[in-house]
């Protein structure tokens, strides 16, 4: 007897029924893109399931079904059925069309009980409700069911149930209800009594991506994806007909399935290596390449794309600047002392003994490369970073094919450090994370790296960036900071939430630090599998009634096994009784990469293990194999045998045997699973990754051999019950946080990062591997000259304001020593040249224009070098003293202060703190001018300078607080600095006072403004003058009812109607900063030398107006003739005429003499047609 929802079945009185409410959910991994799942029952009912970003992979239906429980199956009559039970199965739908039942191999027949989900009705109550999980293709045994919590009042009617359900859908989806305070409607029980009872939706969750007022990421199945990583989650076999067949590497972590769309990118692994180029079927040569076709074809169905590189470059990269140059840097191991540790460097003798275990890779292992130091050995660095930049580049020509706008692009491991460089390149727009599996070192290791810059640059151009502990994130931070000057902090995202995440070029690269899980359902297949359980059982009728402690290690020095058996050998020597009734199983993965590490730790471990049986005869049980003996079926059969595991590494990324091992002895924690023995605890180093995750272990220092020892007592002599809490308390991870989990968290945190989508909002810098990306403001393009010479050109009135030092003279501020320096006075400072000083005449010598040159400089720096040019006004120490333009040279300037020239007592007081901070920190010195005094910290320690000029800063700020002072501090990318100035100096106010006081200098309203500067002490200026110029142009649109694009919110806004009465109706204003970086100016130029041409091009204009000053135009004449008849015609001469008359008196024409009046300048001049747009373009390129 089957039981049918919703609606009751034929036959049986409503009034006599129960109803159960029941969600379904189902687990669906295998599901494709663009699919969709839907229940089936008998009746034919076609139920439709749904998925979240933060469900996936279950899929449930949107509210519970009522399920109708027949009065004859009720266990209140006494008369329960265990025959009743409801049978559905699941549908696949694509786009709305049938495709398929989740067995493909389904003939549509709801009797057969293999293919049907079956839920006994004796599992349900009345008026409670219930939440099913299933899998999808799974119908062995019966689901899991879950009841939750019961309703308050029963409902026995159908009608007054589905007016329920339409009010507590999404509640009744989690078992959550709540009341609301009584309202007006009422809803009818069977007992005909009237409640006010309501059921609101489920509430709002507190978390801050899930509020109402923030904007939810989703991943759904139109999202792309491209997966990139050295080698492909796949393994590739090859029969003897020369066919090619592929299958999933489960055990790999990116081999997990998911909704998405997605691409995976990489190479090919083939007989245990990369091969990639070759004929025949040697190993050593890789796929052939004639058969690359087939294997492009058996990969398709996978989504995975080959990168195929030539195998001698793939194993420079791989073997020698990955694992020679890259990975004991990255695990914190750098001396100058220690021996070569590359591959083939060490004596030719302990070579030969690893030459039978790795003959197969000797092309791949570079006998002509002495790895050596980090520090060099000889130039061969340079060839091995060429081959890590060349394979990068492979990647990027692949991804680039791939690609589809809108995809994300997540790169795994540091063997592809570079690539976001090569992709930003190209794909700007490409939202781009990569996630480190390794550690990654402090800045003091990492800085050892010659080519330290160029990877941090590199990781940098991502948008996102991954670790799996936050000790390896703070470290990268470190580096950042410390190695190029760049700060991080907790930014403001577009989500409405805050991020971890670095300022660089004027972006935010967020950095993530999440670790990853296992997928207890594959673990639990493979201990399931008969092979695992004979291999189980078979290892521990070897040992029988001994305590299995195993270990799964390489051999190399990192992962500690010398330490681990040293341990174990004085444990036994305090323990006695112990001996022979304990047993190590370790096992020892050849780790032919590492070169004469590996020889070394091989001989070593054989040795100590050759010492300690002779000692304790079989107490340890060595064996080494290659790493494809020791898979996860294999893996997981040690791990379930044995008692204990132990990780003793020194240093390690991710490790996931002690999670794997968690998971196979979960039964550990049921009655059904207690047999006897102590199992199930994990002694793991506190310098592996998995140490924070799984806190019910027990954590050892390596080096300390007494812990590892005390480590082994207490695994053998610990409670029952402190080992059941152990592994509880370890479980909790394990089971919580998958491998999807940890996948779906860390790309919700990239579709998340805030990138424009306006192309035009980033830009490139940079040659080579020095490229960066920049974020600009929307429009934010180079100056377009032409626009500024033809804006030049028109206008009658003309303000010039230009920076000194880096914007038409070469900055002194670049170099730390220079500006130090300079502050002593031991090195002169850059004067302009001459043809600077020609150009910056010949500008102000135009009457038109108004030039000031305004800098942070002294009075006396200015004056030494400037004042000789007439009519050039001065503005020095960023405003605070002014001099107007004055046709007079030779006498001394006169110069007006900003502000009033108030009481300066503060400068002694100013000092004497800065002395003391300068006293106790390192590289910091004092530096003073006529106004101001700084505390300059640019060569001290980042972290350390940062701190002391914050405590500085607040020092200052309550010791001055009566002063009329502005206290001012800069962080490291500024210069690194504390600046006390007067209050209300800077070179906005500065501008806004020109601007005001033109008049009074004998200027007109302004017609146009030329801005420019160089650095953050420019910007204020540059944001006043845009606003004033936009404010200019706002004017004039609105007549026609236009409006402009608002302001970048990096510009500060400031009150500028004060300037209204000094410009005109037609003012353009031209903001521009010397070099493309994030600026409150609306364009930029690339260096000084474009400022040069750029004012060289505007005193040609200049030059030209005055020529022609004296002629008129046909169109002049006209105009000129309409005003009044009576005014004479002047002759327009020829240019012949005009050179005759350049030394003698010009003689008016005879009466009788026939004078023609040029039609126009151009015929006048003699020079032909010419297209005003060309001329433009040949003046002001």
Not at 558 to 582: D, H, M, T, V, Y
Not at 678 to 701: D, W
Not at 883 to 900: E, F, I, Y
Not at 1083 to 1098: A, G, Q
């Amino acid at each position: 007897m089957d039981a049918i929802s919703p609606q009751p079945q034929e036959g049986v009185k409503e009034e006599g029924s129960r109803l159960a409410h029941v969600t379904f959910r189902v687990r669906c991994e295998k599901i494709g893109h663009g699919e969709d799942v839907f229940l089936s029952d008998p009746a034919g009912s076609k139920i439709p399931l749904f998925t979240t970003a933060k469900s996936y992979p279950w899929y449930a239906t949107s509210s519970p079904l009522s399920l109708t429980i027949p009065i004859t199956a009720s266990p209140e009559k006494g008369m329960a059925n265990n025959d009743v039970v409801y049978r559905y199965r699941y549908a696949i739908y694509r786009a709305g069309v049938f495709r398929s039942w989740e067995y493909s191999s389904d003939g549509g027949d709801m009797t057969d009980p293999a293919h049907v989900h079956q839920v006994p009705m004796r599992l349900f109550q009345p008026g409670e409700s219930y939440t099913v999980n299933d899998v999808l293709g799974v119908t062995v045994g019966p689901p899991t069911v879950y009841h939750l919590k019961k309703l308050r009042q029963p409902f026995s009617s159908i009608n007054s149930l589905a007016r329920k359900n339409s009010s507590n859908s999404a509640a009744s989806l989690y078992g959550l209800s709540a009341s609301r305070p009584p309202s007006s409607s009422a809803i009818s029980d069977s007992g005909g009594s009237k409640s006010k009872v309501r059921f609101v939706p489920q509430p709002t969750p507190s978390h801050p991506r899930d509020s109402p007022t923030k904007q939810v990421v989703h991943l759904t199945s139109s999202d792309g994806l491209i997966v990139v990583s050295a080698f492909l989650p796949v393994h590739l076999t090859r029969s003897d007909i020369g066919e090619w067949s592929v299958d999933w590497d489960y055990e790999a972590l990116l081999s997990m399935q998911t909704h998405l769309r997605v691409t995976r990118v990489g190479t090919v692994k083939w007989r245990g290596w990369h091969g990639n180029v070759g004929g025949g079927e040697s190993s050593e040569s890789g796929v052939p390449v004639d058969e690359r076709h087939k294997v492009e074809a058996a990969l398709r169905p996978f989504n995975c794309v080959p990168v195929w590189v030539p195998t001698k470059l793939f194993g420079e990269m791989y073997n020698g600047f990955c694992k020679g140059v890259l990975w004991p840097i990255l695990h914190n191991v750098a001396s100058v002392y220690s021996s070569p540790t590359g591959v083939n460097s060490g004596n030719p003798d302990a070579r030969k003994q690893i030459e039978p275990y790795d003959s197969e890779y000797a092309e791949y292992n570079m006998d002509d490369v002495t790895q050596g130091p980090i520090h060099g050995d000889g130039g061969r660095e340079g060839e091995l970073w060429a081959a890590f930049t060349a394979v990068n580049r492979y990647f990027t020509d692949v991804i680039i094919q791939c690609f589809n706008e809108g995809d994300l692009i997540w790169i795994h491991g540091f063997h592809l450090m570079i690539l976001p460089s090569f992709l930003t390149r190209r794909i700007s727009m490409a939202k781009i994370g990569i996630f480190f599996h390794t550690p990654f070192p402090s800045s003091e290791i990492f800085r050892t790296l010659w080519c330290r810059e160029d990877l941090l640059r590199g990781v940098l151009n991502a948008d996102q960036v991954g670790f799996h502990l936050f000790e390896y994130a703070r470290h990268f931070l470190t580096c950042c900071r410390r190695l190029l000057g760049l700060n991080y902090g907790m930014f403001p995202d577009s989500y409405g939430g805050h991020n971890l995440a670095i300022d660089t070029n004027g972006r935010h690269v967020s950095v993530t630090s999440i670790h990853a899980g296992v997928e207890p359902p594959v673990l639990h297949q493979v201990l399931n599998h008969h092979s695992t359980i004979e291999s189980v059982d078979s290892i521990r009728n070897q040992f029988q009634g001994k305590v299995i402690f195993a270990a799964i290690d390489r051999l190399e020095s990192l992962k500690g096994i010398p330490l681990k058996l040293i341990a174990l050998e004085r444990f036994l020597q305090r323990c006695p009784e112990w001996a022979g009734k304990i047993v190590l199983i370790q096992v020892g993965i050849s780790a032919f990469e590492r070169g004469d590490d590996y020889t070394t730790t091989r001989n070593e471990v054989l040795a100590m293990v050759t010492n300690i049986n002779d000692r304790w005869p079989n107490t340890i049980q060595f064996q080494e194999c290659v790493e494809s003996e020791m898979r996860l079926q294999q893996r997981m059969a040690l791990l379930k045998a044995a008692d204990v595991v132990m990780v003793t590494t020194i240093r390690d990324g991710l490790n996931l045997i002690p999670l794997e091992f968690t998971i196979a002895h979960l039964d550990a924690l049921r009655e059904q699973g207690s047999d006897g023995r102590k199992r199930g605890l994990c002694i793991l180093s506190e310098f592996s990754s998995c140490t924070r995750v799984m806190r019910g272990a027990l954590h050892v220092n390596p080096w300390k051999i007494s812990e590892i020892a005390t480590a082994f007592y207490q695994a053998l002599t610990m409670s029952e019950d402190e080992r059941l809490r152990r592994v509880t308390i370890a479980s909790e991870f394990v089971t919580r946080v998958t491998t999807q989990r940890w996948a779906l968290a860390v790309m919700l945190d990239l579709k998340g990062v805030q990138k424009n989508e306006d192309a035009g909002r980033y830009a490139g810098a940079g040659l080579g591997l020095g490229f960066r990306l920049l974020g600009m403001d929307s429009g934010f393009d180079s100056l377009d000259a032409n626009s500024v010479a033809r804006a030049y050109r028109n206008a009658k009135s003309r303000l010039i304001l230009l920076d000194y030092g880096g914007t038409i003279l070469a900055n002194d501020n670049l170099d730390g020593l220079q500006r130090f320096q300079f502050v002593k006075k031991s090195r002169p400072p850059s004067v302009p040249t001459d043809r600077l000083l020609s150009t910056l005449e010949e500008l102000c010598s135009d009457n038109r224009n108004c030039v000031f040159v305004v800098s942070g400089k002294e009075r006396h720096s200015l004056t030494k070098t400037l004042c000789h040019i007439p009519k050039l006004g001065l503005a020095a120490e960023h405003g605070m003293f002014v001099s107007w333009p004055t046709s007079k040279v030779g006498v001394k300037r006169v110069w007006d202060t900003l502000v009033p020239n108030q009481d300066r007592s503060w400068r002694s007081i100013a000092i004497t703190i800065m002395e003391v901070y300068t006293s106790r920190t390192h590289g910091s010195y004092i530096e003073e001018t006529e106004m101001k005094v700084l505390w300059q910290y640019r060569d001290a320690d980042p972290e350390f300078g940062y701190l002391q000029s914050r405590e500085l800063e607040d020092h200052l700020s309550n010791v001055l607080r009566g002063f009329a002072v502005d206290i001012l501090h800069g962080g490291v990318e500024e210069g690194g600095y504390v600046e006390v100035r007067p209050k209300g100096v800077n070179k906005g106010v500065v501008a806004m006072h020109i601007m005001k006081n033109l008049p009074v200098s004998g200027k007109g309203k302004l017609e146009f403004a030329l801005v420019m500067g160089d650095d953050h002490c420019d910007e204020p200026m540059l944001s006043v003058m845009r606003q004033i110029g936009r404010r200019a142009a706002e004017a004039r649109l609105a007549k026609s009812g236009q409006a402009l694009a608002p302001l970048p919110a990096t510009i500060a806004q400031v009150d500028v109607s004060s300037c209204d009465g000094s410009i005109s109706s037609h003012f353009e204003c031209f903001t521009c900063t010397v070099g493309k970086k994030p600026s409150a100016a609306a364009n930029y130029i690339n260096d000084v030398d474009d400022v040069h041409e750029l004012l060289e091009s505007l005193v040609k204009v200049s030059t030209r107006e005055n020529a022609h000053s004296g002629f008129h135009s046909v169109v002049d004449l006209k105009s000129i003739g309409g005003k009044t008849s009576l005014m004479p015609l002047k002759p327009v001469l020829s240019m012949g005429e005009l050179r005759s008359s350049e030394h003698s008196s010009l003689d008016m024409p005879s009466p009788g003499e026939q004078k023609r009046v040029s039609v126009n300048l151009t015929e006048f001049l003699g020079m032909g047609t010419i297209d005003q747009s060309d001329s433009d373009e040949e003046l002001f390129f």
